[in-house]
């Protein structure tokens, strides 16, 4: 490792190629080769549309966008104040179908 007095260290180039991909990256690596991210996405959108949840949300943000004004409210502002909400109202039931695909998925694939 190269140091210098003025900024931080440089890594050498053998250094990041050493480094191992997490077990979380790895699962990431294969739900998306094999196409199972993208059809457990859209599970997710249409057991949220089910169940009222898409509803709710922009319930939520009209609600939101009302209160603070059509021209003070920018999307980032909409993100944070919505995203904690959003996800404290997923359904177990649908976190639980979900969780359960993707063990099924890990067996299939003997991860």
Do not use: Y
Request: proline share 5%; charged share 35%.
């Amino acid at each position: 490792m190269r140091h210098s007095v003025n900024r931080p260290p440089t890594p050498d180039a053998a250094e990041d190629q050493e480094k191992e991909p997490t077990l979380q990256e790895i699962i990431n690596i294969k739900l998306i080769e094999s196409g199972e991210k993208e059809r457990l996405m859209e599970l997710l959108r249409e057991r949220l549309t089910e169940c009222g949840w898409k509803d709710e949300m922009k319930t939520l943000c009209r609600a939101f966008i009302k209160k603070k004004g059509r021209n003070n409210v920018t999307v980032d502002d909409l993100v944070h104040v919505i995203t904690p909400k959003g996800r404290a109202s997923v359904p177990d039931s649908v976190k639980a179908e979900l969780l359960q695909r993707i063990r099924t998925f890990l067996n299939s694939a003997a991860l």
